[in-house]
């Protein structure tokens, strides 16, 4: 009884081994599969990622260039806006001096009307 027990066992064993197998296979072909999915979105995103990078490397040399012409710009805007405020200065001195210029004949008239009556 034993022996036709164990050869049951034996033969259910041997009936289920394939199957099981099977299962095995079924789940590592999926697996791979997902790991071969992966690795694809992985080389499309580090190709993405170059493309970025370059594009960076574009931009920042043209903000360097353009930091550069700022500050050209800037070098020779300081004296340009120096001689600016100088002429203010100037013009004012002389808009100034016009009126008094303006002034001093009406106030040499009134001392003159004053003067004689």
Do not use: C, W, Y
């Not at 009936?15 to 790991?35: C, Q, S």
């Not at 903000?63 to 050209?72: F, H, K, M, P, T």
């Amino acid at each position: 009884m034993l022996r036709r027990s164990l050869l049951g066992l034996a033969l259910v064993l041997l009936l289920a081994a394939p199957a099981g197998a099977d299962t095995i296979h079924r789940r590592k072909d999926a697996v791979e599969a997902k790991i071969a999915k992966l690795n694809a979105q992985l080389a499309r995103s580090h190709a993405k990622a170059k493309g970025l990078q370059a594009q960076i490397a574009g931009v920042s040399t043209q903000i360097r260039s353009l930091e550069r012409q700022v500050g050209d710009v800037s070098r020779r805007l300081a004296p340009i806006e120096r001689e600016l405020e100088l002429r203010e200065i100037r013009l004012n001195r002389l808009d100034a001096l016009f009126q008094l210029q303006v002034q001093v004949p009406k106030l040499v008239e009134k001392l003159l009307v004053t003067a004689f009556q």
